[in-house]
């Protein structure tokens, strides 16, 4: 390097390392993160893109943009109510409260009266049985993969899970049932074909090496036509005649019945309908935590609850605080948006469509998360040009809307109307980037 090379000015990571806001930075950063935004820095000034003496502003600067978690929050405008790709359902007031107060040291596993260990997540375990009372007891694991796992492990591992052939599903991305509940050690028994599969198929297939009859609800796909199923009503004389237990697993996690999803199945009426035990997410319907949920005859669920693989998939102690606070608090954030009045969503995309102007249009939103294929939720959205959605999607906040049929379109089922403004001034900010960036390559309007 010549002497007279203007990056000899680079400032030294040593120097920058010290300076007192770098070094109150590294409080709340590690310090590695805060060495690899210096190193960062001065590489931009190595590379010309900065001067030397702006290498310490800008050093502050990166600090000041950073925390230590680098999720971005979003604005979910897109109407799918539980988001797969944006961590299915967001938390209620109640839940974010007792997640904070989970993060210390808490009594999960303590009774304060007596100084002694007490049973894990105790609490959880009341509110779910409060919630669903057929259920004798619950246990809660880490999600409801890691539910089916638990229960075909402890029931059936060496034997058979008898299921019909129209249940054989891909949840998503790649997660087959069939080979999850295969790599317990339990054999997969098909009954019945892809469209129809009747009592007798079952019966013909109970027997001595059946560990458990499963019924899956098959969440994300329709079967239409020439079609016929066994309810768990009409399986629970036979699992009772062979003294096996009969498993539903559910998926959605509607503990009782919404009359917004007729045809969305809950655990209430499936275990008084005759299951054994139900499985089901805690961060789809009920809108909580990650979370799989067991609830059902407590001599099956301790059973399962006295596995060795129990250990291995317990829920955090951030998850039970969070699923009872779920269930004792406030509608959950999925329950509003599922139940919200289209009046009122209309009021809003009008109010926003007015302050950006942009035309409503009708616009129907969905559960999502694999739940309801098929079931609109009516409601509306402020209809922007389709060049708007990566602008809104990197601005801050980041909102993501539906891009469809070349529009961005944006619904505000999903968006708390505390956020409103925000996305008002969100929209507005990419509308105006995106007319200064037509105006400025000369394109019309
Ligand atoms: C979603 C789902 C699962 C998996 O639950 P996770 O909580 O995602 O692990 C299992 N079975 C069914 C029917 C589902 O819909």
Redesign the pocket.
């Known amino acids: 390097m010549a002497l007279d090379d203007p990056r000899r000015l680079i400032p030294r990571t040593d120097q920058l390392m010290a300076l007192p806001p770098v070094r109150q930075a590294r409080d709340r950063l590690s310090e590695d993160l805060v060495r690899a935004l210096v190193r960062e820095t001065q590489d931009r000034a190595r590379r010309g893109e900065i001067a030397p003496d702006e290498v310490e502003p800008a050093v502050l600067a990166a600090l000041g943009a950073r925390s230590a978690s680098s999720l971005t929050p979003v604005l979910n405008a897109t109407g799918v109510v539980v988001h797969t790709n944006l961590g299915r359902a967001p938390l209620s007031a109640a839940a974010l409260d007792a997640l904070v107060t989970a993060g210390g040291y808490v009594d999960v596993e303590l009774d304060l009266g007596t100084g002694t260990r007490s049973r894990r997540g105790a609490a959880a375990r009341a509110a779910l049985l409060a919630a669903c009372p057929p259920a004798e007891d619950a246990l809660v694991v880490n999600?409801?993969?890691?539910a089916?796992v638990l229960a075909t492990t402890a029931l059936a591992a060496g034997r058979e899970v008898v299921i019909s052939r129209g249940e054989l599903?891909e949840?998503g991305a790649g997660f087959r049932?069939p080979e999850l509940i295969e790599s317990t050690g339990a054999r997969l028994r098909e009954v019945g074909t892809t469209n129809r599969t009747h009592l007798r198929d079952y019966a013909e297939a109970i027997g001595p090496e059946t560990g458990c009859l499963l019924k899956?609800?098959p969440?994300n796909f329709r079967l239409e036509g020439f079609t016929a199923g066994v309810e768990v009503g009409e399986l629970r004389p036979l699992a009772r005649a062979h003294g096996v237990p009969l498993v539903a697993?559910?998926?959605?996690g509607l503990l009782t019945p919404d009359p917004r999803l007729p045809s969305e199945p809950d655990a209430a009426t499936a275990l008084e309908g005759g299951a054994d035990i139900v499985i089901a997410?805690g961060?789809?319907l009920l809108g909580g935590p990650?979370a799989?949920l067991v609830l059902g005859a407590s001599d099956v669920v301790a059973r399962m609850a006295a596995h060795p693989l129990a250990r291995a998939v317990r829920a955090d102690k951030l998850a039970l605080a969070a699923l009872e606070a779920t269930l004792a608090g406030g509608p959950a954030p999925v329950v509003r948006a599922l139940h919200a009045d289209p009046d009122r969503l209309r009021d809003r995309a009008e109010r926003l469509g007015a302050a950006v102007g942009a035309p409503v249009v009708a616009h129907d939103g969905r559960v999502g998360g694999?739940g309801a294929p098929g079931v609109p939720l009516p409601g509306w959205a402020v209809r922007l040009p389709e060049a708007a959605a990566p602008l809104l999607r990197t601005g801050r906040p980041a909102v993501l809307p539906r891009v469809h049929d070349r529009a961005c379109l944006l619904d505000l089922r999903c968006v708390p109307e505390a956020d409103d403004e925000r996305l008002r001034a969100a929209v507005q900010t990419a509308l105006a980037a995106l007319a200064g960036a037509v105006d400025s390559t000369g394109g019309a309007r």
């Open positions: 999600n409801g993969a890691a089916l599903v949840i049932l899956v609800h969440s697993d559910l998926g959605s997410s961060d789809k990650q799989g694999g």
